[in-house]
């Protein structure tokens, strides 16, 4: 990219459309560094105009469990297979639920990794957070288990699993 590129630009000198608009789905192709850039030092009313319109929060979330896939590493898979369910509320129909699925070391096959938009597997676990708070977790600029204490992220299921996740995936750090 050029100096006028994502990678140059300070989300705080930039209006709440201007920053969404960094997330149009032409920009799809986003360097993970980068983008784990822009969401840190984004502020929460930015955060959540990028997830406001459909136009933009489909492909958008098409996009990072897209990559979640390729950033998937196999030597850390679970033992067993697991689902993942991401419940993001707050979107202009309510929430979207999407699925990771991970197949686990135990068999003779190489575990893998999958996502869904729509779940077709009992869940190991289901984490609920609003769109701002996925962002912020994402792209490896929050805690979770400090965004699970204070109540912004949910969880229902395997805690300890949970607690591994961020080890599972290969999370681009800002």
Known sequence: MTETGPESIDPRRLSVEEFACLFEPANAGMDPAVFARLIKDASAEQLSAVLDDPQRRDPLLETIFRRMVD???PERAPSKD???HWRITGGPRGEDVYETWITGTQGGS?????SSKEPSHEPRVTLTMAGEEFLTLVSGNGSPAAMLMTGKVSLDGDI????????????PRP
């Open 82 to 84: 697991s689902a993942i």
């Open 110 to 114: 190489a575990p893998s990794c999958s």
């Open 71 to 73: 950033r998937f590493c």
């Open 160 to 171: 300890l699993f949970a607690a591994s996740l961020s080890n599972i995936f290969d999370i």
